[in-house]
């Protein structure tokens, strides 16, 4: 498990990995997508659930329900559904790490530009 925090943000202590924000500011895609997303692939990892801290009432359900279509589907992206996309809840194949990157580095601030621009599987 990764958290990532801004620089110099008290946290309590955690049984995860913290990742600091590098760049402050940076939000969702710059900070979210691809800190979890970068260190998911480093760690050998396929796929990574990323999402905000604000979710009280998320539970282990909701990633165990996104990992199958993920797994079966070979999904670059799976959100959860109740009338709009939830970008900061879901499954991110972490081959998306470069793309994340380059959206940011472009100025790209949303997970929801990560979705529109999948990324195209090796040997296609």
């Given at each position: ?38 260190r998911a692939a480093e ?82």
């Open positions: 498990m990764f958290v990532l925090a801004a620089q110099g943000q008290p946290l309590p202590a955690l049984d995860a990995e913290v990742l600091r924000d590098e760049v402050g500011g940076r939000r969702a895609a710059g900070g979210d997508g691809a800190g979890a997303c970068a760690a050998g990892l396929e796929l990574a659930f990323v999402c905000a801290v604000d979710m009280p009432l998320l539970d282990a359900g909701l990633i165990d329900e996104l990992v199958g279509p993920a797994v079966r589907l070979g999904a670059d992206v799976v959100l959860p559904w109740d009338g709009r996309d939830h970008y900061l809840a879901g499954i991110y194949r972490t081959a998306l790490a470069a793309r994340v990157a380059e959206l940011v580095a472009a100025g790209e601030r949303s997970m929801a530009r990560v979705g529109e621009t999948p990324s195209t599987p090796s040997g296609s």
